[in-house]
């Protein structure tokens, strides 16, 4: 008896735990989502789950179905409550139809792959060369770069080799100019031979003497070309007039943001406004409620129906949670960094995820889950919400201050330097302690860096 007591005590806390595991894992999931990802999530959903509905029903559900404990989490989500409606009544119909318009258009746009593969299929080809530059297209990247070696895609499609560089030469006459290249240089000179300009002296530069002009070596390049240091100047600027990258007309869904939340000036303080515009008016359907309190729905329709609205309950508690957490960190954020929203990044101040997860009363792996990927619109800009993180420094009068201000400086310092003596990193370190900073040397180098920033060497103008 003993024995049987303590098996059932245990059963009902096992599934107790799982449902409460399930809750967790969605909502965390949830949380990390940026906002299109998340929109594209509930639209799967919505078409996976016929229980979730997006109409505007106003019926309550019957009171006898909701027995169940469970259910009765259906009940506790009123009309209020099941619809997730945006705080942005300011944007216009105008800028709505604009962003709709927008993402509809970009979620259909092809791929580079996709373009090119149309491109082959007009061309008058066997098809054992057809073939063969199917199996090139396959082996470049996003960037339209060549990564797989000819010997390697000869030895996957039971080609020869000269078969492979024949395909190379045609897919490198397709749009855009520089597809197929295997390196930097290859795509620029692919420009430049489209342009009928191999016999030109940028030609000659990136064919023989790239990588000495990226190491700024140009009085060694100047003597080797035989011109002057002016004449190889232009020749550089005719160089940075080509395009490293593809030239595409296209912008991926990833490649889009959104704005999770947005920030306004509001009589002399600021307001934290979430954007729900593109989630949906999600609530449980009446129609599946009310087959629930029918005595004529058989038991297996019946255990469907509850199973489906468990998980649409549960979908929408965690839309709900993941909103409600992302503004309480966005209010705290706004809050710790006011001066920058109101005066500029030289005001922005020094946080760590762990100051908002104190004040909200959450792990410091919620907020950074909760930032991850998101993005806040302001006067400034649109901005990463992870940039309002930043770690500082205290200046000589005490006062903290943020890395980015720092950056800034630096930044500032760079722009107004003489080219042709630029400032080395420990010179910006001793300005910056003229200032009142004291910052290290390789503190100066690392922050340089993460501003793509050359070193004085490579930035020096001769």
Request: charged fraction near 25%; aromatic fraction near 6%; proline fraction near 3%.
């Amino acid at each position: 008896m003993i024995g049987i007591e303590q098996k059932q005590n245990l059963n009902p806390e096992m599934r107790q735990d799982q449902t409460m595991t399930h809750q967790q894992i969605q909502a965390l999931e949830l949380l990390s989502l940026p906002v299109l990802e998340l929109q594209t999530m509930i639209n799967d959903e919505l078409e996976s789950n016929p229980v979730l509905d997006t109409t505007n029903e106003k019926d309550e559900l019957p009171a006898d179905v909701a027995d169940d404990d469970w259910l009765e989490l259906v009940l506790k989500l009123d009309e209020s409550k099941r619809f997730l409606h945006s705080e942005q009544s300011f944007i216009s119909t105008e800028d709505q139809e604009k962003r709709d318009y927008y993402i509809n258009s970009v979620s259909y746009q092809p791929t580079l792959h996709d373009q090119l593969s149309d491109q082959l299929r007009f061309l008058e080809i066997t098809d054992e060369i057809f073939k063969t530059c199917e199996l090139v297209i396959a082996g470049l990247d996003d960037d339209g770069y060549l990564i797989s070696h000819p010997a390697d895609l000869a030895m996957a499609g039971g080609f020869k080799v000269e078969d492979i560089e024949h395909a190379i030469n045609i897919i490198q006459e397709f749009e855009p100019i520089g597809v197929a290249a295997r390196n930097l240089r290859e795509r620029l000179m692919l420009q430049l031979a489209r342009q009928n300009r191999k016999d030109s002296l940028a030609y000659v530069a990136v064919e023989k003497y790239l990588d000495d002009i990226a190491s700024n070596h140009l009085p060694l390049v100047a003597k080797r070309m035989k011109i002057s240091l002016a004449e190889l100047q232009d020749v550089i600027s005719d160089i940075q007039s080509l395009n490293p990258r593809l030239e595409q007309a296209i912008v991926s869904p990833h490649e889009y943001i959104e704005e999770e939340v947005t920030v306004i000036e509001k009589n002399e303080d600021l307001e934290v406004l979430m954007n729900n515009d593109y989630l949906p008016n999600l609530h449980i359907s009446q129609q599946y409620r009310t087959l629930l309190s029918s005595d004529d729905t058989p038991k297996e329709v019946r255990d469907y129906v509850k199973e489906k609205i468990r998980s649409g309950v549960f979908l929408i508690n965690s839309i709900i949670q993941r909103q409600s957490t992302i503004q309480k960190i966005s209010n705290v954020i706004v809050n710790e960094q006011k001066d920058f929203f109101m005066k500029g990044v030289n005001y922005m101040r020094p946080l760590t995820m762990a100051q908002v997860a104190d004040q909200v009363n959450v792990h410091e792996t919620t907020v950074s889950r909760a930032v991850a990927g998101k993005y806040l619109r302001c006067k400034h800009g649109l901005i990463p919400l992870r940039q309002l993180f930043t770690t500082g420094y205290e200046d000589d009068n005490g006062n903290s201050v943020s890395n980015m201000v720092v950056k800034n400086a630096i930044k500032s310092m760079i722009e107004e330097e003489d080219s042709y003596t630029p400032l080395s990193d420990s010179q910006i370190a001793q300005k910056l302690r003229d200032l009142g900073l004291r910052v290290a040397r390789r503190t100066v180098a690392k922050y340089r860096e993460s501003l793509s920033i050359l070193s004085s060497n490579l930035r020096r103008k001769y």
